[in-house]
Structures are given as structure tokens and as C-alpha cells.
């Protein structure tokens, strides 16, 4: 993880500054994106920055170690709200319970996600899901 880009991105996030940056998707297709950063997340051993995409008009999230040529453009914007209207999908990946906690910490409360686990998590997470259903009432 190349912290300064981390360092960068971060600040980015907390002045509200419009960022640029080269972004290489999963396939392999490289694009140019402007965007407004909103917060940076840890997930497992990848960080990703969750930010509203100006060409696209909705949010994304962006794999930090696919971003190249970061430019802070020193235009400010008003901060967005990350409501659930915004449809941010946040795959939450785990073979285990403890990284799947870690994973949901980071999550904001109005942002919904999934769940891709082992047969053996889902079921222990069902499990406990219809427990803690049943001790509610």
C-alpha cells in the first residue's frame, strides 16, 4: 500500500477537495475519474476509497491500490450524504467471524452490503441471526 497516496487520499476526504486519478478496474480497463472522496475504508488487507464519481453521478468504491496519478484539484465541495438511495453496495468478504466484524465496523450504518462467506459462516451466521430474532421477541 503506497501511503502516500493513503496520506493523500485521506486529506482529500477531510477538506472535501475534488480529486483525479487514473483507475484500472478489475478486467483491466483503465479510466480517468473525477470524483469527490467521502471516506477511506479498510477491508481484510486492501483499503478503498468510497466517493461520489462527477461522470457517473453515483457512488463508488475504489480499490486504493488501482488508483494511479492522484491530483488534488483544490476545488472544494459541499459533502454528500451516503444515504441508502445512493444503492453503494459493499461486498463484505471473510473465512472467518473476526474479519467479517472488522469488515461490518467500517461500514456506514445507512449503506447496505453483502455478505460472501464459507457455507460454514453463512450457516453459523444464520444461526445466530434467527437466535438473536427469537430472543427479541
Excluded: K
Amino acid at each position: 500500500m503506497d501511503a502516500d497516496l493513503l496520506a493523500q487520499l485521506a486529506l482529500s476526504c477531510r477538506d472535501s477537495e475534488r480529486i483525479r486519478f487514473g483507475y484500472t478496474a478489475a478486467s483491466g480497463r483503465q479510466s480517468s475519474r473525477s470524483a469527490e472522496p467521502h471516506i477511506l475504508v479498510p477491508q481484510g488487507r486492501r483499503w478503498y476509497l468510497v466517493a461520489w464519481d462527477l461522470a457517473r453521478t453515483y457512488w463508488r468504491t475504489f480499490r486504493l491500490d488501482r488508483i494511479q496519478a492522484l491530483q488534488q484539484t483544490r476545488v472544494m465541495f459541499p459533502p454528500r450524504d451516503l444515504t441508502p438511495a445512493a444503492q453503494t453496495a459493499w461486498p463484505i468478504t471473510s473465512d472467518h467471524l473476526a474479519g467479517l466484524a472488522t469488515d461490518l465496523l467500517w461500514i456506514p450504518d445507512t449503506v447496505p452490503y453483502t455478505v460472501e462467506a464459507s457455507a460454514e459462516v453463512l450457516g453459523f451466521l444464520r444461526d445466530q441471526a434467527d437466535r438473536v430474532r427469537a430472543a427479541l421477541g
